[in-house]
């Protein structure tokens, strides 16, 4: 096995976590406009209210979209963290 295997293995999973990351922002963008674009009834009243803030779409997709955000996020981190090492590596005198 290289030395470059488990760099690219790395690479690969990160690339696949940004692409699962970015199916979760979809998905919950999907949810969360869904859930907040509800039709209001004309003889809704106070109890009608309640029921739609305790809705789970409105909890869900909120929380499915940061979710999403936060995966991309650590996979650009975790990119950018293996190029680092990649280009250390790459370098013959590096102390």
């Known amino acids: 096995m290289s030395k470059e295997q488990p760099i690219k293995g790395a690479a690969w999973v990160a690339v696949t976590a940004i692409i699962v ?4 922002v979809i998905a919950g963008a999907i949810i969360t406009g869904i859930a907040y674009t509800e039709i209001t009834p004309p ?3 106070d109890n009608y209210n309640r029921y739609i803030g305790s809705s789970v779409p409105r909890l869900i997709g909120p929380f499915v979209l940061v979710f999403g955000a936060v995966i991309i996020f650590g996979s650009i981190v975790i990119m950018v963290l ?3 090492r990649y280009q250390y590596k790459e370098v013959p005198n590096h102390g």
Do not use: R
């Open 21 to 24: 990351g970015l199916i979760f």
């Open 43 to 45: 003889n809704y009243d």
């Open 82 to 84: 293996v190029n680092m």
